[in-house]
């Protein structure tokens, strides 16, 4: 019934939820009614549809490839555009790099956000590097025009040490809460980015520039929690959170 995508019992005992699964929710009912049909799948990179830096593997390809005869789709990464093509190597029309501050369609560029306040932000990963009483190394700090992302083990460490060191994003999480900076995010396994624009205003944008509806839309993500970098889409359109690649696959072989 209609209220079980929200209020999960009676009006008595009702139990809370998440945005992100309220949002999953409504969303699964109004498909389910035939309220309207999905044209546009977003998904993020790393952690959504691959390993961080890694390429997307075969049986994700092919259920890309056959959803894109579908859906329009649309990869939102916080990788550089050059990087996106080597990961996702299928002839996708829109890609949003940079958490969309950098976007491409039809590998032309739509628009790109510059950041400004390149000393600000170097200011404040020397206070969360202090913190952690992390040395900054070379490989640590990564300027890609319009995002700055510091990984504080190195963007190219071994992904079984990456994923090691802040499964539950906790760290980052906390290191942020104490911390605070505007256009801060969690991102990847083991980066705090900066952003001109957050991944959810970037879509926005989007949308409005090429007059698509929100319900038409379904993005998918695995960094939905405070400070996480899909947490601004939360609002702008239905979710669906994953926690892994593999996630990811068994839900889409479903649409």
């Known amino acids: 019934r209609r209220e079980n995508c929200y209020l999960q019992g009676s009006p008595q005992r009702t139990k809370r939820i ?13 498909r389910c009614i035939g309220l309207y049909k999905m044209k546009y799948l977003l998904c993020d990179l790393d952690g959504t549809i691959c390993e961080s830096k890694k390429e997307i593997e075969q049986d994700m390809l092919l259920e890309l490839a056959r959803l894109s005869k579908k859906y329009g789709i649309i990869i939102v990464s916080g990788a550089e555009y050059s990087r996106m093509l080597i990961q996702a190597p299928l002839k996708y029309k829109t890609f949003m790099s940079q958490n969309g ?20 932000v170097m200011q404040h990963i020397t206070q969360v590097a202090t913190e952690m009483r992390t040395i900054i190394g070379d490989d640590m700090i990564d300027d890609r025009g319009s995002q700055i992302s510091f990984s504080f083990i190195g963007h190219h460490a071994p992904l079984e040490i990456k994923k090691k060191f802040d499964p539950d994003r906790k760290i980052r999480h906390d290191l942020l809460e104490k911390y605070p900076f505007k256009g801060a995010v969690i991102g990847g396994t083991t980066c705090i980015d900066y952003i001109p624009h957050t991944k959810g205003e970037n879509i926005q944008r989007y949308l409005e ?42 839900f889409i072989k479903n649409l």
């Open 18 to 30: 998440s945005l992100a699964e309220y949002n999953q929710k409504l969303d699964t009912y109004h």
């Open 209 to 250: 520039l090429k007059d698509i509806k929100p319900h038409e839309c379904l993005y998918i993500g695995d960094a939905f929690m405070n400070y996480g970098n899909d947490a601004t889409v939360l609002g702008v359109m239905p979710v669906h959170q994953i926690t892994s690649p593999l996630e990811t696959l068994n």
């Open 101 to 120: 501050n950098e976007t491409y369609e039809n590998d032309k560029l739509l628009w790109v956000n510059k950041f400004n306040d390149k000393e600000i």
